[in-house]
C-alpha cells in the first residue's frame, strides 16, 4: 500500500494537485476504508482499493479526494493462471513521453480503451499490449508485460511505460531468487520467441501469457519462472493467490 501511495504523491507532484493531506494520513484513509468493509471480506474473498484524486472546480481550489473500494474480480483471470492469457499488440500505440510522461497514474488514457478494443476484436478475452512510436513493447492496460528467455527476466524499463508496483515485486522477487533482470528495449519478435510471457497487476499479480498475435508462446503453458514468482508472492504475503483466485471466482 505505501508504494501505491507513494507513487499517487510522485503523480500529484508532477500535475500540481495538492489533495490536501500528507501521504500517511492518505494511508490512514485506506486501511480505515478496508476495516469499515472486513465484514464482507470472506463473502468476496478480497478487496481492491482505488484512491484518486481529483484537481477540483478550481484550478487554485481544493482538490477532491476519494476511496473506492470493490471485490477483486477473481472470475475474470483466475482460471488464467492454469491456461494462460492471451495477448494482442495493438496498433493504438501508448503516449509518447514527450506529450505525458507514463510515469504519471492518470485516469486520461483514451488511447487505452482504444487498444482493448482493437485487442477484443482479434480475441474477445485478450490483454491489448502497447508499443511505442518506435515499435518497441511497452505495456498492458493496466498491466506491465515482461518475458522471459533463457532463465532472465527482461522488461522494458520506465521511459515509456508506468512504474508497476507489482512490476517492482517481481524485481524484488527475482532478486531473491537470484533471477536476473534486466530492463531494454523489446520488440515483437522478442515476444513471440520468448520462453515466457507474464502480465503483472495488482489483483492478479502475475498472470501467465500463452499465447501473442495468435502464436503460441514456447510450449503453450505456464513457464516455471511465472510459477515461481507466483509461489514466492504467495509465500510473501501469506496467501495462496492461485488457490484464492479459483475458490472465489466460483462465487
Request: charged letters at 25%.
Amino acid at each position: 500500500m505505501k508504494e501505491h501511495i507513494d507513487r499517487l504523491y510522485r503523480s500529484l507532484k508532477n500535475v500540481s494537485i495538492d489533495s490536501g493531506m500528507s501521504p500517511g494520513e492518505m494511508l490512514d484513509i485506506n486501511e480505515e476504508a478496508i476495516r469499515r468493509n472486513e465484514d464482507r471480506r470472506e463473502e468476496v474473498g478480497d478487496f481492491t482499493i482505488h484512491p484518486f484524486v481529483t484537481r477540483g472546480l478550481e484550478h487554485s481550489g481544493r482538490a477532491n479526494v476519494c476511496v473506492r473500494v470493490a471485490p477483486v474480480g477473481f472470475s475474470s483471470f483466475a482460471h488464467l493462471y492454469n491456461e494462460g492469457a492471451h495477448g494482442v499488440i495493438t496498433r493504438t500505440r501508448s503516449y509518447s513521453p514527450e506529450s505525458v510522461d507514463p510515469k504519471v497514474k492518470h485516469y486520461s488514457r483514451m488511447n487505452f480503451n482504444l487498444a482493448a478494443l482493437e485487442a477484443r476484436d482479434v480475441d474477445p478475452e485478450a490483454y491489448p499490449i502497447l508499443t511505442d512510436s518506435d515499435g518497441n513493447v511497452t505495456e498492458g492496460v493496466g498491466n506491465n508485460v515482461l518475458l522471459v528467455t533463457d532463465g532472465v527476466i527482461r522488461s522494458p524499463d520506465d521511459r515509456s511505460i508506468l512504474q508497476g508496483i507489482s512490476r517492482g515485486m517481481v524485481m524484488d522477487l527475482a532478486q531473491r531468487l537470484n533471477i536476473p533482470f534486466v530492463e531494454e528495449d523489446l520488440q515483437p519478435y522478442d515476444l513471440y520467441n520468448a520462453d515466457e510471457v507474464f502480465f503483472t497487476g495488482t489483483s492478479p499479480c502475475v498472470l501467465p501469457c500463452t499465447e501473442v498475435d495468435r502464436r503460441q508462446v514456447s510450449d503453450g503453458k505456464p513457464g516455471p519462472i511465472t510459477q515461481q514468482l507466483l509461489a514466492a508472492w504467495s509465500e510473501g504475503v501469506g496467501v495462496d493467490i492461485v488457490d484464492q483466485a479459483l475458490r472465489y471466482a466460483k462465487r
